[in-house]
């Protein structure tokens, strides 16, 4: 089946350690985006990606870096200088600028 | 910067009450436009969206929106709502020549049955 692959679903992590959450594509779209939802501040954009090799930095883009070295890969580091790491982070995906974008189901960080 | 506002954090009706959530976002130029819903428990699906032609845009489940250029609005309506639309909406906007998608703060409708 085509789809966003996001895993792990939950993700406990110790203050103070960098985590990687994974994103999947094989929708084959060129397009790739990480956002992060809190309750009532909707979904804010961290990073995104139009090209392989190619990202930009999105709202809150501070305490988290991306790679995206594949076309179907595009992985989230939180890194120990993200203040608040607790939330819950989406990773989207769409065909061009002039498409909708398809979401996967979310990955739940909590640091304690 | 490019942004997009939801004038609703809660809204709470009953069934067979008509919608209106509201959205104003900040582009110049052209943009794209969307509507997602995120039921409880589930991803993020599209209700509808609007490139270009009619401003009124119609969607899936009976959601329509209308784009009001001169108001840089896109509001949602659907005339009779269900207990089953309990969700959280979400609008989204990216200019026509560009990837970075905006989402507003979204809104968290409850509809007693």
């Known amino acids: 089946d085509g789809g966003i692959t996001q895993s792990p679903k939950y993700l406990f992590r110790k203050e103070g350690q960098n985590v990687t959450l994974s994103c999947e594509q094989n929708?084959?779209?060129?397009?790739m985006y990480w956002y992060r939802q809190d309750p009532g501040q909707g979904l804010r954009l961290i990073y995104y990606?139009?090209?392989?090799?190619?990202?930009q930095k999105g709202d809150i883009a501070e305490g988290y870096s991306v790679s995206r070295e594949k076309k179907e890969s595009f992985p989230l580091t939180v890194t120990s200088a993200q203040k608040n790491p607790t939330a819950f982070y989406l990773c989207?995906?769409?065909?061009?600028?002039?498409?909708?974008?398809?979401f996967g189901q979310g990955t739940r960080l909590t640091v304690v | 910067a490019q942004s997009v506002s939801q004038h609703n954090h809660h809204v709470i009706l009953s069934e067979a009450a008509s919608l209106e959530l509201g959205c104003n976002y900040s582009?110049?130029?052209?943009?794209?436009l969307f509507w997602y819903v995120q039921y409880p428990g589930q991803h993020l699906q599209l209700l509808l969206k609007?490139?270009?032609?009619?401003?009124l845009v119609k969607g899936i489940k009976g959601f329509e929106a209308e784009f009001i250029k001169s108001k840089f609005s896109f509001n949602l309506r659907k005339p009779s709502v269900q207990w089953s639309d309990t969700a959280e909406y979400f609008c989204?906007?990216?200019?026509?020549?560009?990837?970075?998608?905006?989402f507003g703060g979204g809104t968290r409708v409850l509809v007693k049955p």
């Open positions: 989207a995906s769409r065909s061009t600028e002039n498409t909708e974008a398809f």
């Open positions: 929708l084959n779209h060129d397009a």
């Open positions: 990606s139009q090209i392989v090799n190619d990202f």
């Open positions: 582009y110049g130029g052209t943009v794209n």
């Open positions: 609007y490139f270009s032609g009619d401003p």
């Open positions: 989204a906007a990216s200019q026509a020549a560009g990837n970075k998608l905006t």
